[in-house]
């Protein structure tokens, strides 16, 4: 009979033994190669933050990823025009007010949709939801609405109690900055986040966050801040650029499945345009399905190569869970071998 | 470089290494004094040594990035570098599958069973073994390093617990 503390020291020899094994090497040389090769370091704390207003401003913040199930929206934002796009070319979404376009490629097997998108003033948050040719509309979801399917963890167990206003809240010290997740729950039982990020040491407005939960929850009007449409261009476009983050939403109207993606991206054109959807096709051999890394701590871009199903990730979210995530919208499918479960 | 270390943690203080002081040079200091720790952390987590050694150096140049903004470098990069192992191990676990990765050196037994075993388990109950096992953080470090409560924290380590004694005991149809 093995004991659990037969197990503890078991794991305690195990461990030692393979680290003791392991001889890292210097590699300070290779590290200052690629130190080389990045951005410079993030202003510190202490250096003075301009206003973020209009596009000329790097999108850096702010992302706020809702989770609807379809059938209960009733959020009533407007999607940006868009060029029609062709599969597997690169679309064009253009913003309101012309600005600026969004570069989104779309994968040959997909089925036509439309993504929107906007940033709010005072502060850029993003929201992105998909329109389908038939008129419906989704909504770009969370990690965590869809951990209600896949987690051990309830909001309770990830936030404790929720507050009086019924939110559950958590600050978090994401690698991108201070983070806020407000995580609310609907008259059906459905979860959304709301999610701020901060990643210049701004303070951003709470209350914002809270009023965008608020109104989703409770089916309102966003608020006014929300109707400022303006556009991720400096993300896209190349300009300065501190941490530039992207967003969007794929879906396929045959499942009850929907992702968002919120890349953080280096090169846009490579990270958004290129790398998640070459590296699917590039790692998808015999099995209809790939998933790639982007960049930022628990990123992830994953899609099924036969189109079947979407793309998810989320910014600054644990990786594996958000792979289990993709991995559950498959199995959501019965019938659909390629994911068995984990142990 | 070993100016930083003051603490049994390997990974806390940094102190000297804060970003206040700028630039290059602390980050140096920080990574002589931390890459090999850090290069066995994601070892342990991901089976994998090179990966391991580039999951570090993917951890450093993010934390080259926030320098400005990581008051404690030292469990800033930590958190990174479990993040990132994790990730790495969840994309090889979906790869291989029920695959474990080869251990290219002769151990005893008891440590070539337990490593194999500790492969199956799945990452976050891995990370959760490793930190508290190997680093022997506390419940409440485990939750930081893994960005979650306490509760689930301990949660997972006692489930990888009871999963690998199933396994050693015999008991588990999926061994």
């Known amino acids: ?343 | 470089m070993d100016e930083h270390a003051t603490s049994t943690d390997p990974f806390v203080d940094g102190a000297e290494a804060g970003p206040d002081g700028g630039g290059a040079p602390d980050l140096e200091g920080l990574y002589r004094d931390r890459q090999g720790d850090l290069v066995r952390l994601a070892f342990l987590i991901t089976g994998s040594y090179p990966v391991a050694e580039e999951v570090v150096q993917d951890a450093f140049v993010k934390l080259h990035r926030a320098w400005g903004q990581a008051h404690d470098p030292g469990p800033y990069v930590r958190r990174i570098v479990v993040n990132e192992a994790r990730g790495r191990l969840r994309r090889q676990a979906v790869e291989r599958r029920h695959v474990p990765p080869p251990i290219p050196m002769v151990l005893p037994h008891e440590i070539d069973e337990t490593w194999a075993l500790l492969a199956g388990l799945s990452p976050r109950r891995r990370v959760a073994l490793v930190l508290r096992y190997y680093l022997d953080l506390s419940i409440e470090d485990i939750a930081d390093a893994m960005e979650c409560r306490p509760a689930t924290a301990k949660s997972l380590i006692h489930r990888g617990l009871a999963s690998l004694r199933r396994k050693l005991d015999g008991h588990d149809p999926r061994r």
């Open chain 1, 1 to 343: 009979m093995v004991t659990t503390h037969d197990v503890e020291q078991r794991l305690r020899r195990t461990m030692q033994a393979m680290a003791d094994a392991a001889e890292p090497a210097d590699l300070w040389p290779d590290l200052t190669a690629r130190l080389a090769a990045v951005p410079a370091p993030a202003r510190p704390p202490e250096a003075p933050v301009a206003p973020r207003r209009g596009i000329r401003r790097p999108v850096v913040a702010f992302a706020v990823a809702f989770a609807m199930v379809i059938a209960t929206l009733g959020v009533g934002l407007v999607l940006h025009p868009f060029d029609a796009t062709e599969p597997g070319e690169v679309a064009r979404v253009v913003s309101r007010n012309d600005l600026a376009w969004i570069p989104l490629y779309r994968p040959p097997e997909m089925p036509a949709y439309d993504v929107g998108f906007t940033n709010a003033l005072p502060d850029p948050i993003t929201l992105a939801l998909v329109r389908w040719a038939d008129g419906t509309e989704t909504h770009a979801s969370s990690g965590i609405f869809v951990r209600e399917w896949v987690s051990e963890e309830t909001p309770d167990a990830l936030y404790g109690a929720p507050a009086d206003d019924g939110f559950w809240e958590n600050d978090r010290i994401s690698e991108a900055g201070p983070m806020l997740v407000l995580v609310g729950q609907r008259g059906d039982g459905s979860y959304f986040a709301v999610q701020g990020i901060w990643t210049d040491g701004a303070l951003i407005d709470r209350d914002l966050v809270r009023d965008v939960a608020r109104a989703i929850r409770d089916a309102e009007p966003l608020p006014p801040a929300f109707r400022e449409w303006v556009d991720v261009t400096p993300a896209v476009s190349g300009e300065s650029v501190d941490d530039p983050m992207w967003y969007f939403t794929a879906a396929t109207p045959d499942h009850v499945v929907y992702g968002t993606v919120v890349a953080r991206i280096v090169d846009p054109r490579l990270e958004v345009a290129k790398a998640p959807w070459a590296c699917s096709v590039a790692a998808v051999g015999t099995v209809p399905a790939a998933w790639c890394w982007g960049e930022g701590g628990g990123t992830m871009t994953w899609q099924i190569a036969d189109g079947v199903a979407a793309t998810v990730s989320s910014y600054d979210y644990p990786a594996d869970e958000l792979m289990a995530v993709a991995e559950s919208m498959v199995l959501m499918s019965p019938d659909d071998p390629r994911f068995p479960p984990e142990e």
